[in-house]
């Protein structure tokens, strides 16, 4: 099986995103994500991103959106800033 490169893996992780990829492609993404700390990097900081924006649109009863905007702006260029993931 061939290695995909770094821009295959990238263009693969985001269309993953949005559907299920075949087996070999998969299987593929995951052989280079287990090898390259980069891509790996970008893999959990889209996972990241996504849960984020997931969390932001539910309803929030308790919380003002505009409150929670900010508080999600801030956190997240904190993070770019750091270039750092936060825990789980």
């Known amino acids: 099986m ?17 559907r299920k990829l075949p087996w070999r492609r998969r299987l593929q993404v995951r052989l280079h994500l287990f090898v390259c700390d980069n891509c790996s990097r970008y893999n959990k900081q889209l996972q990241m991103f996504r849960r984020i924006f997931k969390q932001q649109s539910e309803p929030q009863d308790d919380v003002e959106s505009s409150v929670l905007d900010a508080k999600i702006k801030d956190r997240l260029r904190r993070i770019i800033e750091k270039g750092e993931l936060p825990p789980k």
């Open 2 to 18: 061939k290695m995909i490169n770094c821009r295959d893996t990238a263009q693969l992780v985001s269309e993953s995103m949005d």
